[in-house]
C-alpha cells in the first residue's frame, strides 16, 4: 500500500510541475509538433534523466533490483505502431 501512495505522491508532484511550468497550454503542445518549441522536450528529458539516475544510485545502494526485461515482440509492434500511426493521422494529430 505503501508502494502506492508513494507513487501517487509523485505522479500529482510530476503533474503539478507540468502544468506550473505552463507546459499543459495548448500553444506549447502544438509547437513542439511545429518544432518551433522545444521546452516540453526538454522537461521530458531532464526528468528522464533524473529518475534514472536516482534509480541507479538506489540500485547502487541495493534498495532496488531491476526486474529482467522480457523479449520484444517484434510484428506486434510493428503492427501496432502502424495502427497508432494511422489513427493519430486520421485524427489530424
Known amino acids: 500500500m505503501t508502494n502506492y501512495i508513494i507513487a ?4 500529482v508532484f510530476f503533474g503539478f510541475s507540468l502544468n506550473k ?11 513542439v509538433f511545429r518544432l518551433t ?5 526538454k522537461f521530458m ?13 538506489l540500485r547502487w545502494l541495493g534498495f532496488v533490483t ?13 503492427v501496432g ?3 497508432f500511426g494511422v489513427g493519430m493521422a486520421l485524427a489530424g494529430y
Open 21 to 31: 511550468a505552463g507546459l499543459t497550454k495548448y500553444h506549447k503542445i502544438v509547437n
Open 66 to 78: 531491476f526486474p529482467a526485461a522480457p523479449a520484444t515482440y517484434i510484428a506486434g509492434n510493428l
Open 45 to 57: 528529458m531532464t526528468a528522464l534523466i533524473v529518475s534514472m539516475s536516482g534509480l541507479y544510485f
Open 37 to 41: 518549441d522545444m521546452a516540453v522536450l
Open 81 to 83: 505502431g502502424l495502427i
Open 8 to 11: 501517487l505522491f509523485l505522479g
